[in-house]
């Protein structure tokens, strides 16, 4: 005898945890961000706002807020981070339904602050959606994935630094040292990379002391 099976339609969008019977379109927003004011990290920060903003005004269940963005800034705290502040404040006083970043590492590499800020939006009913990881914060295994996606990117953070940081230490231990050249006057980088002195400019330095 077959069994009579009933389906249950879902009342849930799978993708975004918006109820499936909501008429009001999502007000959403996008976060932008690159770390440095070199020139191909301010291509990627103009594609990021570019592409965000067509995205989301493709859409026709969603409303295009704005594309928050914070150029030349870490992602390691959100002290001086004032775009990302406004988003959030904005986010809390009911201006935005959903908030979309390129990844995990672009909304925030501290761990910390990422959940902190995450738990804040969703007490007030506000998602974000990572890109890359296809995380949405809705879903139930959504904040397990971003703690762990968070923590490997302060971790990346955290080993880039100390890299740098063993890299400066290098040089000063072979007698390499960075020098502006360009900002001093009489001296020069030598074909041996020592600094010597520049014989026309070194004289324009001694009238100055001699004053």
């Keep these: 005898m077959a069994k009579k099976v009933t389906t249950i339609p879902a009342t849930i969008n799978r ?28 291509t990627s920060y103009e594609a990021q706002v570019d592409y965000y903003t067509n995205y989301i005004k493709n859409r026709e269940d969603w409303e295009f807020i704005s594309v928050y963005t914070d ?11 004032e775009g990302f502040k406004s988003m959030v404040a904005d ?6 339904d959903l908030i979309i970043a390129k990844s995990v590492s672009r909304f925030a590499r501290n761990t910390v602050d990422s959940l902190i800020t995450i738990r804040q939006l969703k007490e007030k009913n506000i998602e974000c959606n990572f890109e890359k ?11 397990l994935l971003l703690t762990i996606m968070s923590s ?50 070194a004289e ?3 009238l100055s002391l001699r004053g």
């Design 15 to 42: 993708y975004n945890a918006a109820p499936l019977s909501e008429v009001r379109k999502r007000r959403v927003a996008a976060y932008a961000r690159v770390s440095t004011d070199q020139e191909e990290q301010l």
């Design 71 to 81: 150029e030349g800034i870490s992602g390691c705290n959100t002290r001086h981070r």
């Design 91 to 96: 986010a809390l006083a009911g201006k935005i």
């Design 133 to 143: 990881e296809n995380i949405w914060t809705f879903d139930g295994k959504g904040e």
């Design 152 to 201: 490997l990117a302060q971790e990346e953070s955290r080993s880039i630094s100390e890299n740098v940081t063993w890299g400066h230490r290098k040089r000063f231990a072979d007698g390499k040292v960075s020098f502006a050249y360009s900002r001093v006057l009489g001296l020069d980088k030598g074909p041996d990379g020592q600094i010597v002195v520049n014989p026309e400019q």
């Design 204 to 206: 324009t330095v001694r």
